[in-house]
């Protein structure tokens, strides 16, 4: 996965549930067996039951499944501090939350997308579990590095990409762009894209590289600094094309996972109220783009257009 800088990503923060074993899981089985009372025998039983209730769900819960299809599915949560000595009044976030849309973006759009990502990433694609391909910058996973896709096709005869490639990124783009504006009561000319924003491609390989180490929970404002929104447009299908590979917010009480399907958008505020990971794939391939956005114009960066040969 990318880096704000070229330098390689950090290893995120990892957070409250990840990686718990069972055992050190929510502590619902302090049961006391007293013969002398039926009741507590009771509640014993029930205590079990209800621990091997939880110890099945993992204590993870799912927020948005596959099958469902939703206008919007919100989940608020508090915002951190670490807004509070930015600057950015009329961008940073007041309230913090997630959300998922199902019908904002077509699936013909999305599947225009998986199409370009497919192409794409057909010319690099690193040796560990995920590829990138950034259509601002142009880098391009391949091997254990990066190329710039944009100078290997000035040497191909073939047009990889169109206009009308890019025609439909942007308008996807500006879709996710109002609704977040909207969601947060931010005007959309105080809201920036920003980079990195990137088609991703996450297979069971495993990784090469520490970019390659997509299941860490990180916070998205850590380690990509500018970020003050992220949204997620999914390319493909868990269940269908993919095992493995939710989407999982890491919370105090229990994680709370988004199942990926082709078409559906989940954008969140980047602070540490969003901590996150993807599962580690178990099979198949997994496609999205990460489309990032800030309050800061200093890090905003242009719509991509198809460069001229
Ligand atoms: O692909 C995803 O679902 C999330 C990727 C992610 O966390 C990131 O790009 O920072
Ligand atoms: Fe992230």
């Given at each position: ?72 599915k919100v ?58 391909l950034d ?132 954008f969140f ?41």
């Open positions: 996965m990318p880096e704000k800088s070229s330098s390689p990503r950090k290893v995120p923060l990892t957070k409250g549930n990840v990686g718990r074993k069972p055992s050190e899981k929510k502590d619902v089985a302090e049961v006391s067996f007293t013969p002398l009372y039926v009741s507590s025998a009771a509640v014993a039983v029930f205590s079990v039951l209800y621990y091997l209730l939880t110890y099945q769900e993992g204590g993870t819960e799912t927020f948005v499944p596959v099958g469902l299809t939703t206008e919007k989940h608020e949560v508090a915002c951190s501090t670490e807004y509070a000595k930015e600057p950015f009044h009329d961008c940073k976030p007041k309230r913090c939350a997630r959300v998922v849309m199902d019908e904002l973006v077509a699936k013909s759009e999305a599947s225009h997308l998986r199409g370009v990502a497919e192409r794409g990433l057909a010319l690099g694609g690193g040796d560990g579990g995920a590829s990138i259509l601002h910058s142009g880098a391009l996973s391949k091997g254990k590095s990066f190329i710039n896709v944009y100078r290997l096709l000035e040497t191909i005869s073939e047009n990889i990409f169109t206009e009308e490639d890019f025609r439909v990124y942007r308008n996807v783009k500006s879709k996710i762009h109002v609704a977040i504006a909207k969601e947060f009561g931010v005007k959309p000319s105080a809201l920036f894209l920003t980079k990195p924003t990137f088609f991703s491609r996450m297979n069971t390989k495993p990784a090469t590289t520490v970019h390659d180490e997509y299941w860490h929970a990180h916070v998205d404002k850590v380690t990509y600094g500018s970020f003050h929104y992220t949204s997620l447009l999914y390319l493909s299908t868990y269940g269908e094309e993919f095992s493995g590979g939710r989407f999982i917010f890491v919370d105090k009480d229990v994680n709370r996972t988004v199942e990926p399907r082709l078409g559906r958008v989940s505020t980047s602070g540490s109220e969003n901590v996150h990971f993807v599962e580690k794939l178990v099979e198949g391939e997994r496609f999205a783009i990460t489309i990032s956005f800030t309050c800061d114009p200093a890090q905003a960066i242009s719509d991509p257009v198809l460069p001229t040969k």
